[in-house]
């Protein structure tokens, strides 16, 4: 079983920008990949970004490369999110997920089994 606790989301204008946290507890030697995704009110939860925990190698989005950046500290069992240049449209639920199933890099989000609760992400114009 696997814990996570999101953290740092706020409110901030265009352009600004935020770091989510993520706190990983449990059994985490299990975990092959995590990712970010979020949920906005009347859509679908998207994929934002994931990364390998064994290679490091991430993924992301097309709407948000080159402003968000995932990272990951295996020795603090974290991962963040930095989010820069943000817009209107970034504005939504973030969940921080993970995933210890092959194959799991490239935000499938049927590959994640454990999830946070949220943190919210608000963004005005």
Do not use: H
Request: glycine residues 12%.
């Amino acid at each position: 079983q696997v814990r996570l606790v999101e953290s740092g989301g706020g409110s901030v204008q265009a352009g600004g920008s935020l770091r989510l946290s993520c706190a990983v507890s449990g059994s985490t030697f299990s975990i092959l990949c995590m990712g970010w995704f979020r949920q906005a009110p009347g859509k679908e939860r998207e994929g934002v970004a994931d990364i390998s925990t064994l290679d490091g190698r991430s993924y992301y989005k097309d709407s948000v490369k080159g402003r968000f950046t995932i990272s990951r500290d295996n020795d603090k069992n974290a991962v963040y999110l930095q989010m820069n240049s943000l817009k209107p449209e970034d504005t939504a639920m973030y969940y921080c997920a993970a995933s210890s199933r092959s194959g799991c890099l490239y935000l499938g989000r049927a590959l994640y089994g454990d999830w946070g609760q949220g943190t919210q992400v608000t963004v005005s114009s």
